[in-house]
């Protein structure tokens, strides 16, 4: 008997999900390493590097990783919170939730289905918490799961409430309008850091409707039509004009961390993951001779520290063309 949530060709897609996933996922659904031309780019090595580690050519070249990127999933088990009121037993529901979208965006057919059980009068704006921690709807999927369950056993474990929103922790979202203006919010201000807003405010309102819609409706195509001019620079530029990205941690009340940060360094030579890091926040960068302490994440993997940042920014931003970098606690076991 298949879970309730789970349509048929869905049972087919849990084992045989894309090799771009949290590596914790990897033995549970039999999923070999990363292939090796697209992982041998992604760190600057190998046979599409010279002998200096750059890699040649440019970098939108490689399309695999953007598809990897885009249909990575994440299969989570919904539950209902103990204390809501039901008019019967309220079954989980499961589902693979898109890694780059919203959970606000994509979670309507667990909102009804929770609701089938519940007292109308009883059904109030959803949210959802993750051991006690409620989880921002503002924030990808997949950065979510990075900084809170990246290190615990698949499913991920969602709890459902529809009371008791927590006003101190959770901006509302009464409906998808609200989740595209901070969206849009976003790519504006990604776009305002890459090409001082040129690209964003040359392009047609149809098509900031057209990036939108793809993303909506999981349609990587539609999406990368126009979000490919985005990642695209000057052929006299070796990049960006800044990089767009936001370092989150789990230890402190601080949303994330933001600041200016060039892809080429004033001797010309690209800045790499770990450049960025030794100038934004240090702490996370384990000493040569001393023990590991943070794992640096990027959708749910370990990019080697010597990457360019100018890669990761076109390959492993999120559809808000952001690059999220998550900072976690090394496992103790």
């Known amino acids: 008997m298949r879970a309730p949530g789970v349509r048929a060709e869905e049972v087919q897609v849990v084992t045989s999900f894309p090799p771009f996933l949290p590596w914790e996922a990897r033995p549970l ?39 990897d990127v885009w249909f990575g999933r994440i299969p989570t088990c919904f539950t209902l919170y103990q204390d809501e009121i ?33 007292r109308q009068e009883d059904v109030t704006e959803i949210w959802f918490e993750y051991e006690g921690t409620p989880l921002k709807w503002h924030f990808p999927i997949g950065l979510l799961f990075d900084l809170h369950a990246s290190n615990t056993a698949l499913p991920w474990n969602i709890t459902v409430h529809f009371k008791n929103f927590p006003e101190k922790d959770l901006l509302h979202c009464p409906s998808k309008d609200v989740i595209e203006a901070h969206f849009m919010a976003c790519v504006k201000e990604a776009d305002a850091l890459k090409h001082k807003s040129q690209v964003i405010n040359e392009m047609q309102k149809k098509d900031h409707k057209q990036l939108w819609m793809g993303l909506q409706n999981d349609k990587f195509d539609q999406f990368w039509a126009i979000n490919r001019k985005l990642m695209e620079y000057p052929p006299e530029d070796s990049g960006f004009r800044y990089i767009p990205f936001r370092i989150y941690q789990v230890t402190t009340e601080r949303p994330f961390i933001q600041k200016l940060f060039r892809p080429v360094a004033t001797n010309g030579q690209l800045n790499t993951l770990g450049d960025l890091l030794k100038e934004v926040y240090p702490a996370a960068i384990t000493p040569e001779d001393g023990e590991k302490k943070n794992q640096v994440m990027v959708h749910g993997i370990e990019p080697m520290l010597e990457t360019p940042v100018q890669w990761l920014s076109e390959h492993m931003s999120y559809p808000d063309n952001f690059l999220h970098i998550s900072i976690i606690p090394q496992p103790t076991d």
Do not use: N
Request: hydrophobic fraction near 30%.
């Open 29 to 67: 659904v039999g999923v070999s390493d990363w292939r090796w031309g697209t992982w041998s780019r992604c760190v600057g090595r190998g046979r599409d590097g010279d002998e200096s580690g750059v890699p040649i050519g440019r970098m939108t070249d490689d399309k695999d990783v953007l598809r």
């Open 86 to 118: 039901t008019e019967r037993e309220a079954e989980p529901y499961y589902l693979l939730l898109p890694r780059i979208s919203y959970l606000t965006l994509v979670t309507d057919k667990v909102k009804k289905h929770f609701q089938k059980v519940m």
